[in-house]
């Protein structure tokens, strides 16, 4: 992947997922500040930019992040990793968590189909979302507040089955880039294809408002998801991990 194809693409990402409090820049990585509700807004990132931290800079974001109420998390990115950024980190207790991939699809011609059922206002979807894939209610009026900052065309997208709200999935248009976030099937209706259907049904809706391509996020160990979404023709572009304060 060229260095402007990643550039656009993080930047896509943070767009469609806002820090609430705003963002720094410091000697090329983003430090974002997002009221403590997830680690994607809530990290210092590593850009194209980003180069090599002393101790004492640490100290200083450490410091920046603290004065905020924040634990310091950093975010490494395969792309962007200045040496010895990493092993540095880990002397000084930083714990590794989460590696995740970004994934990426061009979209074409084929693309084209029926677009999802959505709704039009976040928090009716949010509540459907929170009420039904079991995923735990923490940080609801933070995770709103965010859905509500999205500075790109957003698409709230649901899939019924008797009635009742089954599947989700968010799909965010920024700069001909379509992102695809908080998937999640109700855990009675898994295992049945909703959620590939859903994501088919969000890249066609991308593709009729220009979308040139497609990527999303997906956590390293969920080889079902991976493997849903080779299915529908997504590559690894990169990836990214977590270091934490122990």
């Known amino acids: 992947m060229s260095p402007s194809e990643f550039t656009a693409i993080e930047a896509a990402a943070f767009a469609s997922w806002p820090a609430l409090d705003g963002e720094e820049h410091y000697c090329g990585w983003r430090l974002r500040y997002g009221g403590g509700y997830t680690k994607r807004a809530n990290s210092v990132n590593a850009t194209a930019a980003a180069t090599a931290l002393s101790d004492a800079q640490i100290d200083d974001i450490e410091r920046r992040y603290r004065q905020r109420g924040l634990p310091p998390i950093f975010r490494l990115v395969s792309q962007a990793l200045p040496d010895g950024t990493d092993a540095a980190l880990e002397r000084r207790g930083y714990r590794y968590l989460d590696r995740a991939l970004v994934m990426s699809l061009p979209l074409q011609a084929r693309h084209a189909g029926q677009p999802p059922t959505m709704l039009a206002d976040a928090a009716d979807w949010l509540a459907e979302f929170v009420g039904r ?114």
């Not at 509500?148 to 799909?171: M, P, W």
């Not at 976030?181 to 991308?206: E, H, I, M, N």
């Open 133 to 246: 894939s079991g995923i735990a209610a923490a940080g609801n009026d933070l995770h709103l507040r965010m859905l509500r900052a999205i500075a790109g065309e957003s698409a709230f997208a649901l899939e019924r089955r008797d009635g009742k709200a089954v599947c989700f999935a968010l799909g965010v248009l920024v700069d001909g880039r379509l992102g695809l976030f908080d998937v999640a099937t109700a855990p009675g209706s898994r295992r049945q294809g909703l959620a590939a259907g859903l994501c088919a049904q969000l890249l066609a809706w991308g593709y009729a408002r220009g979308a040139s391509s497609a990527y999303l996020q997906v956590v390293a160990a969920n080889a079902p998801a991976i493997a849903m979404y080779r299915k529908l023709g997504f590559d690894e572009a990169y990836h990214y991990w977590y270091r934490v304060e122990d």
